[in-house]
């Protein structure tokens, strides 16, 4: 598979997202009638590269619906390709929705609350 067919699979955004390594990995792994699962597996990757933690901070929410979007391709894929237990589930019990009010806000300290602690 070469990285224009990659590219022409998951698209631009997704494809930017991808580091080189992860670029070269997925070319390598699959041929370039396996387009699907490249694609599929770009998907994963990004997929667990965006799942949400704590330590994102402010960009929490930005990246958790990055991560939103990236799972629902992903699923797509799975169910179209035959992939494992997501592809023959049509009602996704085991989806966990992202539950933002679990998560601290993050919090702002002025320089003489910092002081003050020293």
């Known amino acids: 598979m070469t990285e224009q067919e990659l590219l022409l699979e998951v698209g631009s955004e997704a494809y930017n997202d991808l580091t080189t390594d ?5 070319c390598t792994t699959y041929a370039s009638s396996q387009k699907a699962l490249g694609g599929m597996k770009a998907f994963e990757l990004l997929m667990k590269k965006f799942q949400p933690t704590y330590r ?4 929490y929410k930005a990246l958790s619906d990055k991560y939103e979007a990236y799972r629902c391709i992903y699923v797509w894929y799975t169910q179209h390709v035959d992939a494992g237990r997501l592809g023959v589930t049509e009602d996704l019990e085991d989806r966990r929705p992202v539950e933002r009010y679990k998560w601290i806000e993050p919090t702002h300290r002025t320089q003489e609350a910092i002081d003050e602690d020293d």
Do not use: F, H, P
């Open 56 to 59: 994102m901070g402010r960009m």
């Open 22 to 26: 992860e670029i070269t990995a997925i």
